[in-house]
């Protein structure tokens, strides 16, 4: 009897996938701005039909809303994790020979390039230790590392994130999904 459920259960655990952790799972940008955050809430009151670009109401919402942006908060419930995320990569720093050390991630085209840049909750400050080829303006990467709520200025916008980036891969769209 033993040997018959001994046999039994080595044909049903054997017979079954054996799946590792993925050791970087995939977030979207959406999971980096914390639940309840609404930066519309003090923008609201502000009556933007009538107004000229030169008029002082629109400065002064245009400067309202660059104060939200660049103060935007991070969740954080991801710092210290280990993700892999898609977005464009925005070069910062190159080595001599023209890899690149130092990245934003941005979640659309052309963000950081245009004003006014994204909330910081949603520019990551990437940085690599080992210097990375081919990488192109705007070029579309899933990036691998780990993750930590560390806000940044840079010259292009205000960063809510750091990631250690460990690696990146041209991004494609999954099969499943074009």
């Not at 799972?25 to 009151?45: C, F, H, M, Q, S």
């Not at 103060?71 to 001599?96: F, T």
Request: aromatic share 8%.
């Amino acid at each position: 009897m033993n040997k018959l459920l001994f046999a039994l259960l080595a044909v049903i655990c054997l017979g079954q996938p054996v799946h590792a952790a993925d050791p970087y799972p995939e977030i979207k940008w959406e999971a980096l701005v914390p639940k309840g955050w609404d930066p519309t809430r003090d923008l609201k009151n502000l009556n933007l039909g009538t107004l000229q670009d030169s008029d002082p109401r629109a400065i002064e919402a245009l400067e309202k809303l660059k104060a939200l942006w660049d103060n935007a908060p991070a969740e954080p419930a991801h710092h210290g994790k280990k993700i892999r995320l898609a977005g464009y990569v925005l070069p910062l720093e190159r080595d001599k020979e023209g890899k690149v050390t130092e990245f934003l991630l941005v979640p659309y085209y052309g963000a950081c390039i245009h004003t006014p840049p994204p909330p910081a909750n949603q520019i990551i400050h990437a940085r690599s230790a080992k210097p990375l080829a081919g990488v192109k303006m705007m070029e579309a990467l899933w990036v691998y590392g780990t993750l930590t709520v560390q806000r940044g200025e840079t010259t292009w916008g205000v960063a809510g994130y750091r990631l250690t980036v460990e690696k990146i891969t041209p991004y494609e769209i999954p099969p499943g999904k074009r």
